[in-house]
């Protein structure tokens, strides 16, 4: 986890900083899905939700690679 944490480190600290504003996971709870999906080698994940992307992070950079699942994103784009 050490060389993902590494390799993101300032994005994930930047998206903390607006963490009350954006309702995101506290860091224990993103490290916590990271160690969760890496031991079962969990292929897929889904997340219903996102606020600025913060756990996105760390649910994506679990996955071991070559991850053939689909991403989808639905947009508000008319904040209806």
């Known amino acids: ?15 903390e900083e607006t963490a009350k ?3 995101n996971i506290a860091p224990e ?5 990271y160690i969760l999906i890496q031991s ?3 292929q897929n994940v889904l997340e219903i939700g996102t606020s600025n992307g913060y756990s996105t992070i760390w649910l994506a950079a679990a996955l071991t690679l070559p991850v053939k699942s689909p991403c989808f994103s639905l947009w508000d784009v008319d904040g209806i």
């Open 40 to 42: 079962i080698q969990a």
């Open 29 to 33: 709870n993103g490290q916590f899905l």
């Open 21 to 23: 504003q954006y309702t």
């Open 1 to 15: 986890m050490s060389e993902f944490y590494g390799k993101y480190e300032q994005t994930l600290k930047r998206l």
